[in-house]
């Protein structure tokens, strides 16, 4: 509840620096990396922006890698194969970051409640946590005027998706 808490009371800043989203989710790759033996993660663009400003925004670097560490994390425990992929789009009026894996997808009575405190998924059950860690990159992302979403990407794929309006 403390760490909750916390993050509640974080407000967005004018005065937060433009940062580039890819240098953050390198760093935050490198990291996982070194956190988790095993792990295979892969980021690619879906297609080269025109401009690379197109990849920043106004943001507190240290809350982005944690939402994306944590999104990183997730799909890497409950994924089968243990990759994560990372695909970025972006251009002059959005920036979408998915994060997919492979393994069982949700059910749509547990997506429509995945954001949500202490809710854990039937496949979490086995896992430790305390269900707290999407509610937490929920609250980051809108922070930074985003948005984040799970969807059903095949049978045995999940998509995270991180979205950000432009601010150029």
Do not use: C
């Not at 790759?29 to 400003?53: C, H, M, Q, W």
């Not at 997808?105 to 896992?127: D, T, Y």
């Amino acid at each position: 509840m403390l760490l909750l808490s916390q993050y509640e009371k974080i407000s967005y800043s004018v005065d937060w620096p433009r940062v580039r989203l890819d240098e953050i989710l390198y760093d935050t790759i490198a990291l996982v990396k070194r956190i988790y033996t095993g792990i295979n993660v892969s980021l690619e663009f879906a297609y080269l922006p025109e401009n690379d400003l197109y990849l920043s925004i106004q943001g507190n670097d240290a809350l982005l890698r944690s939402a994306f560490r944590n999104l990183i994390k997730n799909a890497f425990q409950y994924s089968e194969d243990k990759n994560v992929s990372i695909i970025i789009e972006a251009d002059r009026d959005f920036i979408n970051i998915h994060f997919v894996n492979k393994g069982k997808v949700l059910a749509q009575s547990e997506q429509e409640r995945l954001f949500i405190p202490f809710f854990r998924g039937e496949n979490a059950m086995r896992k430790r946590g305390f269900g707290l860690g999407l509610s937490i990159v929920k609250r980051i992302i809108l922070l930074h005027k985003g948005a984040v979403s799970y969807t059903v990407a095949s049978d045995d794929e999940n998509r995270f998706t991180v979205s950000f309006g432009k601010q150029v």
